[in-house]
C-alpha cells in the first residue's frame, strides 16, 4: 500500500535518552517533512527535506535533528529528550512542487511521551 | 506575527449543514488548505483554494476571500462519520505552510 510508514507508533522514553522516529514512503516524493501536534495548536514544523541529501530547519528545530541519506527514509532524532518533547510527531511528505497544491501525505504518526 | 484562527469546537446534528469558518493573517499567500484529522489519526487533505470563490467537491465545499483574509468549509449532509477535526492552513509567501489549531466537529444523531 503507497504511503507513509512510522515507526514506534507510540513511546514512553526517559528523560536525557536518544531517541529515533523512523519515516518511510514509497511514493518517490522529493520532500519530506516531520511535525508535531500539541493540544491547542497548530502542526508545527520541526524539520523538512526538499530532496535527497538536502535539510532544513523548520519552526521549532532545537533539540532535533535529520537526515535524508536516500528519497524514501527521513529519520528524525531526539539526541538526549526532554518532557517539553512529548507529543505527537507526524511525517508527511509532498511531490515538492513550490507552486500548485503540493499536497501533504501524513503518515499515522508517533505518540512519544517523555517522563 | 502569522496567525490562523478557527473555532475550537463546533457541534452539528446528522444530516445538516455546518460552516466551519477560518481567518488568516500572514505575510503573503500561495493558497490555503483543509484537512480532516479523525482522532488518533493523520490529517487527510479536503480541499486547496488559490483564487477566490467557491469550490465544491461532493458534500463538501470551500469558499476562499483573499481580500478579506477568510475561508469557510461547508458540509452538507452531514453524517456521523465527519466527526473530526479540521485543520485549516495557509501557503506564505515563502511556502511555508502555516497551520491553525483545528475544529474539531462533533456531529449529533
Known amino acids: 500500500i503507497a504511503g507513509i510508514t512510522q515507526a514506534p507508533t507510540s513511546q514512553i522514553l526517559a528523560a536525557g535518552r536518544r531517541m529515533t522516529l523512523r519515516c518511510t514512503q514509497d511514493m518517490r516524493h522529493n520532500a519530506m517533512y516531520w511535525y508535531r501536534q500539541d493540544l491547542g495548536l497548530g502542526l508545527r514544523l520541526i524539520h523538512y527535506?526538499?530532496?535527497?541529501?538536502?535539510?532544513g530547519k523548520g519552526e521549532v528545530p532545537d533539540g532535533y535533528s535529520v537526515s535524508r541519506a536516500n528519497t524514501d527514509d527521513f529519520p528524525l532524532t531526539l539526541a538526549s529528550a526532554v518532557p517539553s518533547q512529548t507529543s505527537v510527531y507526524f511525517c508527511a511528505s509532498s511531490d515538492g512542487q513550490s507552486g500548485g497544491a503540493n499536497v501533504l501525505t501524513f503518515g499515522a504518526g508517533s505518540r512519544l511521551t517523555v517522563l | 506575527g502569522q496567525n490562523i484562527d478557527q473555532p475550537t469546537e463546533m457541534t452539528a446534528t446528522e444530516g445538516a449543514i455546518v460552516q466551519i469558518n477560518c481567518t488568516y493573517q500572514t505575510s503573503g499567500f500561495n493558497g490555503l488548505f483543509w484537512y480532516q484529522q479523525h482522532a488518533g489519526e493523520a490529517p487527510t487533505f479536503l480541499s486547496y483554494n488559490v483564487l477566490d470563490g467557491l469550490e465544491e467537491k461532493g458534500r463538501f465545499s470551500s469558499f476562499l476571500s483573499r481580500s478579506k483574509g477568510y475561508s469557510y468549509l461547508l458540509l452538507k449532509e452531514l453524517q456521523m462519520k465527519d466527526s473530526a477535526s479540521y485543520l485549516c492552513a495557509v501557503k506564505d509567501s515563502n511556502y511555508q505552510l502555516i497551520w491553525g489549531a483545528g475544529t474539531k466537529l462533533i456531529i449529533k444523531p
Open positions: 527535506s526538499n530532496t535527497a541529501g538536502t535539510t
